[in-house]
């Protein structure tokens, strides 16, 4: 019976402890699929200026490229296939809106800044446009990183601390 318990306890431990590593996870999540989003507008700015390449073939390299982050790679990929049922902008906030990422609304609402112009003006307009995300996105990848560093060891520490109180009382 004893043996049961104890498994239990370290059961409980294990699972407060998991759980607050998962959400520490989120935050560092949130700075690396920034900092991919970023890199990503640096090719989509490049091929617009070189290449001329329509935006749906754009976000579809920038899908292949980013397939290390599922999150970014998909976000791409979805604006692509929603690219065949609207335009550029509506497919882009679609995409944004319906890819499940660890951004905060704040990083999504940058990104949707894009929309605006995206597909509607000449490749300098998108250009600057996207310059222009590229400037916020920066003031977002520092909040990030603060939020990370104030955060991260707070959850994980306090998920082992909540296991091993919970596993305290129940002995």
Do not use: H
Request: proline share 1%; with cysteine.
């Amino acid at each position: 019976m004893e043996l049961i318990k104890y498994i239990g306890l370290a059961l409980i431990l294990g699972s407060c402890s998991y759980i607050g590593i998962l959400i520490s996870k989120k935050y560092a999540n949130r700075v690396k699929e920034l900092k991919e989003i970023k890199s990503a507008l640096n090719i989509f700015i490049t091929k617009i200026k070189y290449t001329y390449e329509p935006i749906p073939k754009i976000f579809e390299e920038i899908s292949d490229k980013t397939k290390e982050n599922k999150n970014v790679s998909n976000i791409f990929k979805n604006a692509c296939k929603d690219m065949q049922e609207y335009e550029a902008g509506e497919a882009w906030n679609r995409s944004l809106e319906n890819t499940s990422t660890n951004m905060k609304k704040e990083d999504i609402e940058v990104l949707k800044g894009l929309s605006k112009l995206l597909g509607r003006v000449d490749a300098e307009g998108q250009v600057r446009e996207v310059e222009l995300v590229d400037n916020f996105l920066n003031t977002q990848i520092e909040e990030a990183e603060k939020e990370r560093i104030k955060n991260e060891k707070m959850y994980r520490t306090l998920g082992i601390s909540i296991g091993v109180a919970i596993t305290v009382i129940l002995i």
